[in-house]
């Protein structure tokens, strides 16, 4: 359904909502072990996240990646759309160009409701929520 690098994204940005939520920083490494990814892939991933303000850095010894009271709040369709853009939100279940109310594809009246769930799903769902059930290990972000 995502992208890769979005589906990192994800997973990324609430490791760092958990692994910050004492006021750390977390850097690259740690990130990237405690999500199973790669170290160079990641880091360009929350480079470009740091850009748009979902994730926070700070340079030096004591540096790292973070988030804020603001940042904890964004939703992981904040996520998505800056990675993988709407179109998932938006676009067409065949992937046709010119499907629309007047111009349906076979699944276009399906497909709405299903995106229209999704949206309001990852739209509700904030960054910062996972955090306890990370901590009792109910939930879990690598395999």
Known sequence: ???????????????????SSD???????EIAKGIDSPEHFIAKIL?????DGLVLS????????????KSLHSSLADVV????GDKIFTGCGLGLKQCSESR???LHNDFKKIRANIFKTLE???????NEKLEAS???LKR
């Open 138 to 140: 109910l939930v879990f």
């Open 23 to 29: 006021g750390s920083k977390v850097g690259i490494k």
């Open 104 to 106: 349906p594809c076979p």
């Open 58 to 69: 700070q340079k030096g010894p004591s540096g790292g990646f973070y988030l804020d009271k």
């Open 124 to 130: 509700s769902t904030k960054v910062g929520e996972f």
């Open 47 to 51: 480079q470009d996240l740091s850009r």
């Open 1 to 19: 359904m995502f992208s890769k690098t979005c589906e990192y994204a994800i997973r990324a940005v609430i490791f760092i909502a958990q692994k």
């Open 81 to 84: 759309k800056a990675v993988d």
